[in-house]
């Protein structure tokens, strides 16, 4: 736009040059009779050289913190190479983002893209590549960690974030290698928290952060970051048209919160245990309010308890039967929870997440329900999640 309205600028000038121009209202002198001859005009001088104007640069605060966060965080960010067997060989067949975890050469990355692979390639900014190896993997988180035996000088561990100052509206940047482009910085901001995305399992990655940073095939497994450099998230996945593996706007990255759990054990043990109860359903809704005549409109309901699971064992209810109202089906006769070890439940996220974040297998939570319309307390002796399950 700038240089269209430049253009213009100096059309306009050259058109007031060539043009001769009358006072108003006066008309045109008349030629007098012939002068004197004139005296020879004086030799030109030497054109005098236009002087352009030179427009100060305009430094943002918010561009200086980019340029300064990307010097400090992209050294630490390092592109991952997949190597698989092909008859006797092995090929490379895909590539992927990750981040320096710690000093010890641990580094995070999604499961998804280390999955398969038979050896790695790990590439730091600078160009210096070492063998990686696979430290272990959690299909449930879809994280995932590769060690190095050394790192180049100067790279340090990302520092990590906390998931509850994560606003929506805030600026957020992924650093990653998007199509194999190695080392490319995108903005964008927080679009929601909360949300809950697909893993590698049955089971549901809680408390996701959606952002419009594009995020696209390469970018998985780099850090989400905020503008002080602190790892927020890791990317993992984009919403898209199913025409296109482009980002559309909506890319999601499994929260800082979640990493905080997970990858230490992985690193300590190769794996991660999660808790499980055992309970399929949802959050109560308008429409199921009516039809059980429940006093209250939050909580979690329970559709199904699944047979064998530490709910069941404790003798929580699912769904008896089917009611229509409103001309919907509607699954009622099941427990509504309102409560975890004291903590309210307004919604089914709400005591997944304090499953999946607070408990561990083996430990005992305390369920407040409504059953028939009464308040009970359920005690419940959380265990490790199944291989595969519904949830």
Not at 271 to 276: D, I, N, P
Request: hydrophobic letters at 40%; proline letters at 7%.
């Amino acid at each position: 736009m700038k240089k269209v309205y430049l253009s213009m600028i100096v059309i306009a000038l050259v058109s007031l040059a060539c043009r001769v121009v009358s006072p108003s209202g006066v008309s045109p002198v008349q030629p007098l009779a012939p002068a004197a001859p004139e005296a020879p005009a004086a030799p030109l001088s030497p054109a005098t050289p236009v002087a352009y104007i030179a427009l100060p640069e305009v430094v943002t605060d918010e561009q200086t913190a980019l340029v300064n966060l990307y010097t400090r965080i992209n050294p630490s960010v390092v592109n991952i190479t997949i190597y698989v067997r092909q008859g006797d060989t092995l090929e490379a067949s895909g590539q992927g983002s990750g981040f320096v975890f710690d000093a010890e050469g641990n580094i995070v990355t999604n499961s998804h893209v280390v999955q398969d692979a038979e050896d790695l390639e790990v590439t730091f900014s600078e160009g210096t590549v070492r063998k990686g190896k696979v430290v272990g993997t959690d299909l449930n988180s879809d994280l995932a960690v590769v060690k190095v035996e050394s790192m180049p000088p100067g790279v340090t561990g990302l520092p990590l974030g906390d998931l509850a100052n994560v606003k929506v509206g805030e600026t957020v940047v992924a650093i990653g290698n998007p199509f194999g482009l190695d080392g490319t910085l995108t903005k964008g901001i927080i679009s929601a928290v909360g949300r809950s995305i697909p893993s590698l399992t049955q089971f549901s990655i809680p408390q996701a952060i959606q952002t419009d940073a594009p995020i696209n095939p390469g970018n998985s497994g780099g850090p989400l970051l905020n503008l002080k450099g602190e790892v927020i998230g890791v990317n993992a996945q984009i919403e898209t048209s199913g025409t296109s593996r482009s980002n559309s706007g909506v890319g999601f990255a499994i929260p800082v919160s979640i990493v905080q759990r997970v990858v230490p054990e992985i690193i300590q043990n190769g794996k991660y245990t999660w808790t499980w109860l055992g309970v399929r359903g949802g959050s109560l809704y308008p429409t199921m309010v009516e039809a059980m005549d429940l006093p209250i409109e939050k909580g979690a309901y329970l559709a199904e308890v699944l047979t064998g699971g530490p709910a069941d064992k404790a003798g929580l209810r699912g769904a008896t039967e089917e009611k229509v109202v409103d001309n919907r089906k509607v699954e009622v006769g099941g427990d509504v929870i309102t409560a975890i070890d004291g903590i309210t439940v307004n919604s089914f996220d709400d005591l997944l997440i304090y499953v999946a974040l607070q408990t561990r297998p083996g430990q005992e939570v305390t369920l407040t329900i409504l059953r028939d319309g009464q308040t009970q307390q359920v005690k419940v002796v959380l265990e490790p999640r199944p291989a595969s399950n519904q949830e």
